[in-house]
């Protein structure tokens, strides 16, 4: 098999187990805006953001990026041995976490909470002690993922997402209403992400023993991790000034930015993170065995990358108002619909994060050649400046758009972000930059007449306005844009279409 064909392979595992985690996440998110009332759901996203604060570092993003390059590089033997080492260290790290996170508690809520909020102080303060474990497991579950897709053995990371949710939901159905328990899903959601993960390391022959806390190779893991130092602790101190800003403009508002990012987190992680994720395996394996394949694999991510994101995109954007109600309203056929400015908000943000979805995806890959080429002060300088930028233009759009501004913000930063990542790669790794700017605009032309087609076959179709008729657009406006996408992608004979054709062929025999 060529390297090209399981590189896709890979990614399309990852992309099958990734709709399936973020399909049951919105299936758990639309249990949280409707099965719990909005002061719950405030208290609970703002407490979730202090595990969240240092997942990036200790769990997905930081651990994923810096352990594979460097788990390639070394004996199949040391490979394990410095695994072991990493899960001693990040067992005493949550540790010492987990005690700090009790004791200030109080503090952090405070810290993200506005003094113009409407968000309760003392309940916040409880489920941050409560929902605090979810990092030492989310964090182990990444070493886990990390192992297994250096390994290139994408089935088990890839579902692992599924049994959290899960979990999750099982638990939110049967305590409708109750904060703590809400708190204690998410906690026992990630013990079952990491635990899924298990047979697979052990059938594999890879399953790290607790070891020493150090190993030769642990050096670089920490060397690559510093810029994440850098980048996470900026983004936390975005997640600060997001939150103070959100929780100043109106009750509900925390929530709905949260359930409108969810869109956004599932058009990344399926047609950006996954892909990306397979990709980098490959391109770390190349920086070392094959140098001269490495541009053009990076080349073809960022096609295949542009080719799912633009279309995915647009169609948020089109489809905001219909999305939110058909995951998120559908309490509403019992005569319980979802709180009105809660769902209001939440479509006013879903909009313009149609808009991001493309510049993060490609800049996910891009990213990560830096790391690949264990280059660490580009990208943290890149990152901290787009950071204060969105940071400052969370503060200005805010205040003249509301929470929509707070989209238009993220939208912005990471258009700027990615023009700015692209020319930067392109000078060291030569990868085709006019090329893949050119290839992009037909990916555009093909998804904006698409999208055209879809919102005139939405306007001229008479379609209600009850929970029916917002599945009904959702599934025309989304079947058009699909179907003319396609179509206009043949005639312009954009190979990814035909590569993802092939695949689905294959896999359909």
Do not use: C
């Not at 595992?13 to 099965?35: C, E, I, P, Y």
């Not at 850098?230 to 975005?238: E, I, K, P």
């Not at 179709?461 to 599945?471: A, C, K």
């Amino acid at each position: 098999m060529s390297h090209r064909t399981s590189t896709r392979r890979g990614a399309m595992t990852l992309m099958v187990g990734t709709l399936a985690s973020r399909v049951t996440g919105l299936l758990k998110n639309s249990l949280l805006a409707q099965f719990f009332p909005t002061a719950v759901i405030d208290a609970f996203v703002t407490a979730f953001k202090v595990p969240n604060l240092f997942r990036e570092l200790l769990a997905e993003g930081a651990l994923t990026n810096s352990f594979i390059p460097v788990y390639k590089g070394l004996t199949p033997p040391e490979a394990k041995r410095m695994a072991g080492a990493l899960l001693a260290l990040l067992t005493l790290v949550n540790g010492l976490l987990l005690v700090g996170a009790y004791l200030a508690a109080p503090l952090l809520a405070r810290l993200l909470i506005s003094s113009a909020g409407n968000v309760d102080l003392e309940l916040t303060t409880r489920l941050v002690r409560i929902v605090f474990p979810f990092l030492p497991a989310i964090s182990l579950s990444a070493l886990a993922m990390g192992i297994l897709n250096a390994e290139e053995r994408f089935l088990a990371p890839a579902w692992a997402p599924v049994a959290l949710n899960v979990v999750t939901v099982v638990l939110m159905a049967l305590f409708p209403g109750q904060a703590v328990m809400l708190a204690w899903a998410h906690v026992l959601g990630g013990a079952a992400q990491l635990l899924v993960q298990v047979p697979a390391l052990v059938r594999s022959g890879l399953m790290p023993r607790l070891g020493a806390l150090w190993h030769p190779a642990l050096g670089s893991v920490l060397l690559l991790m510093l810029p994440f130092a850098f980048t996470a602790g900026g983004r936390q101190v975005l997640n600060v000034i997001a939150s103070n800003v959100i929780t100043a403009i109106d009750a509900g508002a925390q929530g709905a930015f949260y359930l409108a990012d969810l869109f956004l987190s599932l058009a990344i992680g399926l047609f950006s993170i996954s892909p990306a994720l397979a990709y980098y395996s490959r391109l770390s394996d190349h920086a070392v065995n094959e140098p001269e394949s490495f541009a053009p694999t990076l080349a073809e991510g960022l096609r295949f990358i542009t080719f799912l994101t633009v279309p995915a995109g647009l169609a948020l954007a089109l489809l905001a108002a219909p999305a939110v109600d058909a995951v998120y309203n559908w309490r509403s056929l019992l005569g319980e619909p979802m709180d009105a400015q809660l769902r209001s908000f939440t479509v006013a943000a879903t909009l313009p994060l149609g808009f991001a979805v493309f510049p993060i995806g490609a800049f996910n890959l891009l990213i990560r050649t830096f790391y690949v080429r264990r280059l660490v002060r580009t990208p943290v300088l890149l990152v901290l400046a787009f950071l204060t930028l969105q940071g400052a233009l969370y503060v200005v759009l805010s205040r003249a758009f509301g929470i929509a501004g707070v989209a238009w913000a993220t939208a912005v930063a990471a258009w700027l972000q990615l023009v700015v990542a692209a020319w930067l790669v392109e000078r060291r790794e030569g990868f085709g930059l006019r090329e893949w700017v050119l290839g992009s605009l037909k990916v555009w032309l093909a998804a904006g007449l698409a999208t055209g087609a879809a919102a005139l076959a939405l306007a001229a179709l008479p379609i209600g306005d009850d929970w029916w008729g917002q599945v009904g657009r959702l599934a025309v406006g989304g079947g058009v844009l699909l179907v003319v996408f396609a179509a206009a992608g043949a005639l312009m004979g954009l190979p990814e279409l035909a590569a993802v054709l092939r695949r689905l062929r294959r896999s359909g025999r």
